[in-house]
């Protein structure tokens, strides 16, 4: 009961720091140089524009996800070994996965609730944010083929390193609230 | 609409349906908690859309070129990694401003710390849900993962891309 009432508690608090953290901004701007203010306006509503259907579309995936896949089924076919070729399979897969990281929180978070491991995800987050298949033509326009081969073996590579890495937290990490 | 949210719209839709056939009880049940996974998600993407589009008009690629522009080496890559983590807006962006740079004289290693530090991190707006989601200590760890992680890719550009 008392860690429920923390746990509310904490969230609050993290929901008010993020409304205080933009007010702030805000009046900062609006003393600073009040003309960014119209500018930044239009821009969040682009954004909510383009993110939001995307956004919606995946939270429905999450909670059909959060109702069908049971903790056995992430155990025995999502939870990967934590070893190099666990972590290079993961990697891989959130290479393929298109959409920002944004879109594809909170599916990752359903499977982080069934099991997924915390090295499991944070390999499939950096392979996920590195490299996308929407991404791959402008990388190559700009920056040219060699690069962007360079990027995927760097993207796999980081992928393992920071699999690895998170290792020896995971323990931590699993304590923590929202786990 | 675009392609790729249209095949998604199928997608989810046809899952739904198929869900909805299998079992009533557990399809209105997603619904319910995707219901209220929105309404808790939604507040804080909205604020922390507005604090990156405040961000975005106050860091432009000229600043960036400015700290970045004709450096190269391990302190242009430390820069350039905590520049990557405050450039806000759509990973795409950061393309022009990567050529852009390399134009402007700053080295390979510097360029791919800024192109991976935007991408890898997102902030400030996936941080927010992220630590919303997963939970604080999960953000924190893989902050600081992905910080080290950003530095060594500037690292292995600038000694084996050629």
């Not at chain 1, 326009?141 to 393992?160: E, I, T």
């Not at chain 2, 402007?104 to 791919?112: E, K, L, N, Y």
Request: aromatic letters at 12%.
């Amino acid at each position: 009961m008392e860690r429920t009432v923390k746990r509310g508690l904490g969230e609050i608090a993290f929901d008010m720091a993020i409304f205080i953290i933009l007010a702030v901004s805000v009046i900062y701007t609006a003393v600073a140089d009040p003309t960014k203010l119209k500018p930044s306006f239009l821009l969040t509503l682009d954004s909510v524009r383009d993110i939001m259907p995307t956004l919606l579309l995946s939270v429905f995936l999450a909670g059909l996800a959060d109702v069908w896949l049971t903790r056995e089924i992430v155990e025995r076919y999502l939870v990967f070994r934590s070893n190099a070729k666990g972590f290079i399979i993961v990697t891989l897969a959130g290479i393929a996965t298109p959409g920002t990281l944004f879109e594809v929180l909170p599916f990752i978070a359903i499977l982080r609730r069934r099991g997924l491991k915390a090295s499991s995800t944070v390999a499939f987050m950096t392979g996920q944010t590195l490299m996308g298949p929407m991404r791959t033509p402008l990388e190559i326009k700009y920056m040219g083929l060699s690069y962007y081969v360079f990027r995927v073996g760097l993207a796999v590579l980081l992928g393992v390193i920071t699999g690895f890495m998170a290792l020896p937290f995971e323990r931590w990490v699993e304590g923590g609230p929202n786990n | 609409m675009d392609l790729s949210l249209l095949a998604m719209l199928l997608l989810v839709g046809a899952l739904y349906a198929f869900s909805y056939k299998l079992e009533r009880g557990k399809t209105r049940l997603a619904l319910s908690k995707s219901i209220r996974m929105l309404i808790g998600v939604i507040p804080i993407f909205l604020a922390a859309l507005a604090f990156a589009s405040l961000l975005q008009t106050w860091v432009s690629s000229e600043i960036v070129a400015t700290y970045l522009g004709g450096r190269s080496g391990l302190w242009a890559i430390f820069i350039a990694t905590m520049l990557g983590f405050i450039i806000p807006g759509p990973r795409y962006i950061i393309y022009p401003i990567a050529t852009f740079l390399l134009s402007s004289g700053a080295g390979i290693g510097a360029v791919t710390a800024v192109i991976c530090g935007q991408q890898m991190l997102d902030m400030p707006e996936a941080a927010f849900i992220e630590i919303k989601l997963f939970g604080l200590r999960f953000s924190i760890i893989r902050t600081i993962i992905s910080v080290a992680a950003i530095f060594l890719a500037g690292l292995l550009a600038e000694l084996f891309y050629r």
